[in-house]
């Protein structure tokens, strides 16, 4: 499928444009003496800026790169700054390949048979070191030139190594890449032209925000300890206090993912009678996660304690490698020495133990719940 997608990508790159020149009638003149845009702004007033590209489903934000390409980034910001993407479409589309835009002609539905031939001959090449990799954004040039870049670009949504070295990367997305993905699904026909019409609102140029600590990044152990969580769940509440003491980086993780809503929506999916109620499990949630959800999500190193595994015990779930839990965990239902020391411990229930019980009746096939039980929201509370 990926190998797909790559020739599918070069076609689409490299031969349709010329296929819609041939179409377009008649032939738009070509000037004697190309005139290649130079851009006025220096470096310094290029850096640590974004695009932000609102579309019809949702934003796509690129941080440019004018060390690499000082003119293709000088052109964009231009282009953003005066409106000329505003409107247009994203004519192209190679699922889960690329998304192409940028087109001025693409703003005028009548002229869809000319769409990807408009905006060129305006960039010379700015060969650089960057790679096509997800989330990179190019330039398209026409008809094999490497001298004909414009306004019209497009976002790869899939590593796409076949075109390295031969379309200039200009930017990289730093938020939104789903939403691209999403734009990349639509139905297309063979010329990759979506069915629908999928416009760029608006492209606003913007300094980059200063990075921000993670959330309970800085907290101190004790600091952490006073949290609790509270686990709104299909049968009732379940009350969490947390052993920072024990194992401070899985309490941060937990209040991380918690309060940015990870476990809003995960089922129940394991109910071991005697032993454990397990959720967190990420297929079990009842949505996907958004893009600033999934950049929370990480292995953790674990965290053995001398914590005993008794009822109300919380603890991290985790696959054969001890540094693969994630977002799952379990309550313990009753005393299992067999996993003191192998699994980490970093909390207990200290109010709701009859929701767990009751939990714990549910019937079951063998041991997925035979009705859904959810975690409907988790509430963090200081003491």
Known sequence: MRAFQFVAVVLLLTTSILADQRQAKPAPPKPATPQFFTTPLTLDQMRNKQAVVATDLGEVVIDLLPEVAPNHVGYFIKNAQDGTYAG?????????????????????????????????????????????????????????????????????????????????VFGRVSEGILVAQKISEVAADEKGRPAERIAIRSVTIRDKPAARPEAFSTESAAELGAYRAVLETSMGAITLEFSADKAPEHVRNFLRLAQAGVYNGMGVHRVAKGFVIQTGYLPSRSQPLSEP?????????????????????????????????DTSFFIVLGPSPVLDGKYTAFGRVVDGLPVVDAIEQAPVNGEAPVTRIEIKSVRLEKR
């Open 293 to 325: 959800q999934q950049r929370l999500v990480h292995n953790l190193q674990p965290e053995f304690n001398d914590t005993a595994h008794i009822k109300g015990t919380v603890s991290m779930a985790r696959g054969d490698d001890p540094a693969s839990a």
């Open 88 to 168: 247009t479409t994203f004519h192209r589309v190679v699922k889960q390949g690329i998304v192409q835009g940028g087109d001025p002609l693409s703003k005028d539905p009548s002229k869809i048979d000319a769409y990807g031939t408009g905006g060129l001959g305006v960039l010379r090449a700015e060969r650089n070191a960057e790679r096509n990799t997800r989330g990179a954004v190019s330039a398209v040039v026409g008809g094999g030139n490497p001298d004909s870049g414009g306004t019209q670009f497009f976002i790869c949504v899939a590593d796409q190594p076949g075109l390295d070295g031969t379309y200039d």
